[in-house]
């Protein structure tokens, strides 16, 4: 017969479970009864007979269990064992909870942690192919990723031969005209072919056609979802409505998928064509755009890479005034948008792992003390008949049931911490990865937890049956299971103590670094007064005010509005404010210098003469500060930062110098007139750069931020002065009002610190009360094993006090040993996360002596309970009890 | 029953299966038929005897009805199958190739002794 007929009929008896018992039953009953008869026709009397033939028969139910083997599947035998588990997980459920709870937190946290991990790396961008889509930028020797002109791109769109297509974007901001309110919208301006490149099909309506970027061209519009949902209600017939923006009227044509982002305009929410050249697109030397491209079939980034540069280098001959130096640089887009958060992401999923081996290692010693106190069970089912392998089989089905139950609920919390995360997420980091928002449990996380869940039962099944195979069952049976007390399991259980006080000093000190790195982070010296400061952005509309002049006006305008409020004490202007970005910057030549087109790349501000002395509070150092008299009508002069003070007139008095662009073209002349302390103008841990500062009345912005010291509450007085500046013009776009101490505290590097060391120090926590109560266990454990010889000890005459210390000594072995290798472990791990800490090294004794002393004090607090109870041993009892 | 001689090691189902040749059997009339048969050298273990039973009708080899016996009894009755008889004809030759082996080996033994 084949084995599937075989199969067949083992399932058919399956459900014909109850028959078949039933059947044997029935059939044995028979085969006694004619046994018994038999007997009787030899001479014995009708009970003689019974029982003689039952004596003969043998174990009934013995050979009803082979019957069933023979026909029953190995799984059945499976389910016993499973229904025994749970008999004994129920018996003891505090030993079970507790365990499912390890479990639970260990596989949900890394499980969760896996999620945003999986997302980032494997999904990270929704667009066809985007393992394709390269992130194209121009390259000097200063800046290895800068912005093309647009003259070099149309350049290298025209000359590349490796991309199937290249487009570029920028960033733009409009004023969008709703009712009788001017809103500023972030928005993009893209070459016709971005979308197509990037892989993005419309929701609704159409894409840019081929041409339509061009200057001159139409005004046309693409809305994000978000802003269709938001500003059209979701209407079918938005597209072909038009829009004010800035006073122009754009036609709506498209509208992007709700899926699609591109983080580096990531708050964008309309697109418009390239169209027209402004002032700076006309020059070669002006860079504001940036490029993505599609790479062509097999066309590596390295080729594609060389490829340009080969074009940048062809430019560079052919233009030798703007384009001298300039290379290409290309990468990823993918790299480009989620490259900074992988080291992080990274960071923490060693974190939830960490975890995860201190719950596994506390619940194996768990398991482990649970397979020493039922030797003896043990002992009595092999003796009974039980064979080794059907024992082996049961503690390892325990094992699996504690393991399939932890992953069930560790998926269940892994849900949960996902949603946490995703709300605790800073906003930035939130808005930036496109990916987070399908961070969810599906088919990776699902598959992830399995193959933690598999691991951990592995673990699990196989400690005890270690532990029973390497003890022989006699001698447990007739030693009663006492006097060896596992000399190899407690070296065991201490070696997995050892390892989770290890781990936890890691945890521990990794969130210990990243604490003090966001404690420096956060008094990092900022050069400036930043307490009372309230700010605001301001956007003028062209139609209404077209020239500088005109943008001019509105500086003593808004200084008078806002001067008026109460508490007020100055009010400036400037073209950007602190602590923001090493951005917007000009490249200098100085004069009377050798110069051989270097790009000497400093930070230029415009700012009104209150700024510096009155509202930021800034030192000078020598010279002036500007004056009202700094404006169109006079020459223009310029006061830059110390760092700039001492790269570019190292040794000499800057005051007098002239500073002027490449050429030295007599208008971009200015003369040095003072020297201040730095002011931090990039983010807290980016190094302070040069920085020349200007007259805001000398070169007005149409953009601008309002900086308003205050004596009394700067929050309570931002919307005071949204309303202020609103009431002079309704076309102008008032927005991200923030006092100055907010924005220092949600700097992105500081919400993305803050963050990693809450989650870091979460972690922290969860492994140093789980390691601790793995010690206490283990001492316990221990202290419950030597109740005899700590009783002949006292009997003896030990003193209390010598049993004390004889406990405290074990535990503070280990502590010392696990505490030991984890601060060698920790420096190692500080090491590999040093490019994520901020004025911190690895080796910061203070946090690792910090970390030491807590576990330490800990560990000493867990082992006392136990070491309590051993001396509080009563010898006579102890020596009777066994 | 001391010394009655072990069965040897797989053939229960063989003799089994010949036993049920002649005509359908219960259980306990295949362990009285190899006793008897056997003038009271085998006896058939009843520890052995079922689950046996349940192998062969596992593999299809014998097939079971419930019916009355003589003294009308109902008991169930194993009958052997199609399949069971080729069963029987390969096991048969398999064995007697032994017994022949197993007769040369003793011989040989014999002759060298």
Known sequence: MNAMGRWWRKVKLLFGRETFAVDLDEEMAFHREQMAKELEGEGMTPEQARVAAMRQFGNTTRMRERSHEVVGFRAETVAQDMRFAVRQLRKNPGFAVTAILMLALGIGTSTAIFGFVDAAMLEPLPYTQPNRVVDVAASTPVFPRGNLSRADFEDWQRMNKTLSSLDAYTGAGYLLRIGSVSQPVPAGRVSDGFFGTLGVRMELGRDFRPGEDKPGGPKIAILSYGTWLKRFGGRRDGIGQTVSLSGDPYAIVGVLPQNFSFAPRANAELWVPLGDKGECENRRSCHNLFAVGRLRDGVTVEMAQADMKRVAAQLAIQYPGSNQDQGAELQLLSELIIGHARPILLMLLAGAGLLLVIACANVASLLLVRSESRRREVAVRGALGATPVRLVRQFMTEGLLLAVAGCGAGVLTAGGMIALLKALMPQLMAQGPPFLRDVGIHVHTLLFAGAVALVASGLLALTPVLRLALKDIHTALSEGGRTAAGRFWRRLGANLVVVELTVAVVLLAGAGLLGKSLYRLLHVQMGFDTTHVATLQVMSPDKVYPKPEDWARLYPVIKSRLMSLPGVQAVAFTSDLPVQCNCDTDWIRIEGRPFHGEHNEVLQRDVSPEYLPTVLKARLIEGRMFTDMDDMKHPQVTVINETMAKKYFPGEDPLGRRIGNGKLDPKSMREVVGVIADIREGAPDDDPWPAEYFSIYHGPDDNFAVAVRTAGDEEALLPEMVKAVRVIDANLGVYGEVTMAQQIDNSATAMIHRFMTMLLGAFAVMALVLSVVGLCGVVAYSVSQRTREIGVRMALGAQRSAVHRLILKEAGLLAGIGIALGLGCAVGAGTMMKSMLFGVRAWDLSTLAGVAAVLGGFALLASFIPARRAARVNPVEALRAE | ?113
Do not use: C
């Open chain 2, 1 to 113: 029953m001391a010394n009655k001689p072990e069965l040897m090691p797989g053939t229960l189902d063989m003799l089994i299966l010949q036993t049920l040749k002649r005509a359908p059997l219960h259980g306990y009339g295949i362990a009285q038929s190899i006793r008897r048969v056997s003038d009271e050298v085998l006896t058939v273990e009843e520890g052995s005897l079922y689950p046996a039973l349940q192998r062969l009708l596992l593999q299809g080899w014998v097939k079971a009805e419930w019916k009355m016996t003589e003294t009308n009894r109902r008991a169930r009755f194993y009958t052997l199958t199609a399949a069971g008889k080729k069963q029987l004809g390969i096991e048969l030759t398999k064995f007697e190739q032994m017994v022949a082996a197993i007769g040369r080996v003793l011989r040989a033994a014999e002759e060298a002794g």
